[in-house]
Nanobody, 111 residues
Framework: QVQLVESGGGLVQPGGSLRLSCAAS????????ASWHRQAPGKQRVWVAT???????NYADSVKGRFTISRDNAANTVYLQMTSLKPEDTAVYSC?????WGEGSQDTVAS
């Protein structure tokens, strides 16, 4: 059974950066793809980025060029580096792997 724990969220000013981590346990981490999604207040959860087992990546248009998804298989962790943050990036960010969701990490972009 996979368990996912996110960390790294918080409050940041517009234009700032945050790095989210998603640590996995109880699984052979390196053979699975992982994704980040986000849910803004009052809106549905939407896909943000995916990284495959071979480290190929894909991004939503809204974050392309600003966000970077990566993985460290030795540490069983997936990361989401977020730069040039905008107020509209404010959301709860959740990772998913093998159909299992993490609890989410609140990120707020405000001056």
């Amino acid at each position: 059974q996979v368990q996912l724990v996110e960390s790294g969220g918080g409050l940041v000013q517009p234009g700032g950066s945050l790095r989210l981590s998603c640590a996995a346990s109880g699984s052979i981490f390196s053979i699975y793809a992982a994704s980040w999604h986000r849910q803004a207040p009052g809106k549905q959860r939407v896909w943000v980025a995916t990284i495959t087992s071979g480290s190929s990546t894909n991004y939503a248009d809204s974050v392309k060029g600003r966000f970077t998804i990566s993985r460290d298989n030795a540490a069983n962790t997936v990361y989401l580096q977020m730069t040039s943050l905008k107020p509209e990036d404010t959301a709860v960010y959740s990772c998913i792997m093998r159909g299992v969701w993490g609890e989410g990490s609140q990120d707020t972009v405000a001056s």
